[in-house]
T-cell receptor, first 115, second 115 residues
């Protein structure tokens, strides 16, 4: 049972380069989301998806693109990396459940440094 | 917009003692959920406990319990019989009722456990 898998775990980019952080889940979850974690600020929502073909912006979407062509995958794209995007990125997924408080599963994080 | 505030950047406790981490939140919603997550140095996000807003009874999970004060919008975490393995960053998080996968996090509290 792989859960939520993020790749790569570590990446160094130069300013202006582009890259994609991959996220895959094998639990058939409808909901997937991307967060970034910066010192002293907790985790902040970048983008999320409620199902294949449906995405929406979170709290800090600027500089990031997402797509959801399949239920399993939710890649996060940085089109032109900036030093302000140096952060730890977490992908998460969950079911929608009628009962109380569905469990959100997090990936192990991807450390991105932009120089 | 919903906000979550953790006013204690750092806390410390002696092993076997009890410690309480504070969290306040702001929302106009009546249907929501509150969570405490633990993040050890590995950066893994571990769900500690969750509370449904409609439940008056405080949630408990072994040595972890919450004091949920809905009117005051307060959600504190009590850790009893603290263990060295409890040392971590702790995040309080909020989720609106049907916004599955969309969490709003506090800034975090670093907990140190002294032997």
């Amino acid at each position: 049972n792989a859960g939520v898998t993020q790749t790569p775990k570590f990446q160094v980019l130069k300013t202006g380069q582009s890259m994609t952080l991959q996220c895959a889940q094998d639990m058939n979850h409808e909901y997937m989301s991307w967060y970034r974690q910066d010192p002293g600020m907790g985790l902040r929502l970048i983008h999320y998806s409620v199902g294949a073909g449906i995405t929406d912006q979170g709290e800090v979407p600027n500089g990031y693109n997402v797509s959801r062509s399949t239920t399993e995958d939710f890649p996060l794209r940085l089109l032109s990396a900036a030093p302000s995007q140096t952060s730890v990125y977490f992908c998460a997924s969950s079911y929608s459940q009628a009962d109380s408080g569905n469990t959100i599963y997090f990936g192990e994080g991807s450390w991105l440094t932009v120089v | 917009a919903q906000t979550v505030t953790q006013s204690q950047p750092e806390m410390s406790v002696q092993e076997a003692e009890t410690v309480t981490l504070s969290c306040t939140y702001d929302t106009s919603e009546s249907d929501y959920y509150l969570f405490w997550y633990k993040q050890p140095p590995s950066r893994q996000m571990i769900l500690v406990i969750r509370q449904e807003a409609y439940k008056q009874q405080n949630a408990t999970e072994n040595r972890f319990s919450v004091n949920f004060q809905k009117a005051a919008k307060s959600f504190s975490l009590k850790i009893s019989d603290s263990q060295l393995g409890d040392a971590a960053m702790y995040f309080c998080a909020y989720r609106m009722g049907t916004s599955y996968g969309k969490l709003t996090f506090g800034q975090g509290t670093i907990l140190t456990v002294h032997p």
